[in-house]
């Protein structure tokens, strides 16, 4: 009879983020995540069907956290928002810095990095664009918004200096 493992898919991503974490993403492997989790190497690929896919979901599960976070925050606090926002994407970005500065990891991510920047940048603008509806090119804005806090809080500028901008324009 099978070994019954309750929540292993979420087992698996936390192992796999701490050996990311401990090791980094090229030497995580598949197997060795699997022996961690007292598993077949095999088990795993009934939840995964590659370290990639594995790492990726692991990634895609934080950021729904992210954006359930800033979706919780009161839109007339325009202020809050964006610094939420802002703040979330430092926090996010080195959480997995072991991933995404990982050369081995860039190479197998790199040909769709601009596709998932696009993705990020539209789920942003969703939620900037409610708070600056009333501007007759709101859809320009919060696209523009959204890729400035991305650009912008990558680069390591201050929030209080890229607020001092959007807001004159938001």
Known sequence: MPK???????QL????RRQINMFGYEKTTIRSV?????IATGTVYNYFKSKDILVASLVVDD??????????ID?????????T????????????????KDRSAEEKYY?????????????????IEKICLEKDDHEFLS????ESILTWSMAGVPFDRIYEILIKII
């Open 85 to 100: 926002i802002y703040d979330s994407l430092i926090s996010f970005s080195e959480s997995h810095s072991m991933i995404f």
């Open 111 to 127: 040909s769709s990095s601009h596709k998932w920047h696009e993705l990020l940048r539209n789920q942003l603008s969703a939620i």
């Open 34 to 38: 699997a022996a961690e989790c007292g």
């Open 13 to 16: 991503i936390e192992e796999a």
């Open 143 to 146: 696209q523009f918004t959204a």
């Open 75 to 83: 839109l007339s606090d325009k202020r809050n928002l964006l610094k």
């Open 63 to 72: 950021w729904k956290v992210v954006l359930n976070k800033i979706n919780d």
């Open 4 to 10: 019954i493992i309750e929540n292993l898919r979420n």
